[in-house]
């Protein structure tokens, strides 16, 4: 089974902080994504990553930044956290490459993430 | 540009009902459809994807769902809810040769004993 693992299940930090948040997946997947989740929002994509030191913005990438150094491991990296980046946060990956018709995604068990 | 609508944030039912979640799309080309499930403080989980073969996928924990394009949706089913299925679902889209997938804004799906 695909296993994607997230540093910190929840998190609180302080306004103006540098926040690194970690995603580590153990089946060789091309893709990776950062994914914030707010009531009523449904999933916002934040970046992706199509390969290692490759990265695209997604939908909301304002206040957020990218590392992909290693195939397995993506960091989502809050410059200067603001309480408005209070959310759940979700990575995900994907095979991308040979499967890239169907692109399913399996996803970590989120870090949520409170900025005071 | 691909987006995806469900229809109520909230559904409830009670234990043993039909469970009926609705899902409409709009893509340009023909999609590829997932519904995912994300119980309490978990991540989402897929149920189940419907990637131009059969019409009528089935999934897990009994869940079924059709892909109608004449009604551009695929809605979710289950004959008979259990307080288990109590969680939050998202209807996802996605077409050939995108990476991204598009996801609704989720429906609350409550178990009444």
């Known amino acids: 089974d695909v296993k994607v693992t997230q540093s910190s299940r929840y998190l609180v930090k302080r306004t103006g902080e540098k926040v690194f948040l970690e995603c580590v997946q153990d089946?060789?997947?091309?893709?990776m994504f950062w994914y914030r989740q707010d009531p009523g929002l449904g999933l916002r994509l934040i970046y992706f990553?199509?390969?290692?030191?490759?990265?695209e913005k997604g939908d909301i990438p304002e206040g957020y930044s990218v590392s992909r150094e290693k195939k397995e491991r993506f960091s989502l990296i809050l410059e200067s956290a603001s309480t408005n980046q209070t959310s759940m946060y979700l990575c995900?990956?994907?095979?991308?490459?040979?499967?890239?018709?169907?692109?399913?995604?399996?996803f970590g068990p989120g870090t949520r993430l409170t900025v005071l | 540009a691909q987006s995806v609508t469900q229809l109520g944030s909230h559904v409830s039912v009670s234990e043993g009902a039909l469970v009926l979640l609705r899902c409409n799309y709009s893509?340009?080309?023909?999609?590829?459809l997932f519904w995912y499930v994300q119980y309490p403080n978990q991540g989402l989980q897929l149920l189940l994807k419907?990637?131009?073969?059969?019409?009528l996928v089935k999934g897990i924990n009994g869940f079924e769902a059709e892909f109608k394009k004449s009604e551009t949706s695929f809605h979710l089913t289950k004959p008979s809810a259990h307080m288990s299925d109590a969680a939050e679902y998202f209807c996802?889209?996605?077409?050939?040769?995108?990476?991204?997938?598009?996801f609704g804004t989720g429906t609350r799906l409550t178990i009444i004993p």
């Open positions: 990553s199509y390969d290692v030191k490759m990265k």
């Open positions: 089946m060789d997947h091309e893709n």
């Open positions: 893509s340009s080309v023909p999609p590829y």
């Open positions: 995900a990956s994907s095979l991308g490459a040979g499967d890239k018709k169907y692109n399913e995604q399996f």
């Open positions: 996802a889209v996605s077409d050939l040769g995108n990476e991204k997938l598009t």
């Open positions: 419907y990637t131009s073969a059969a019409t």
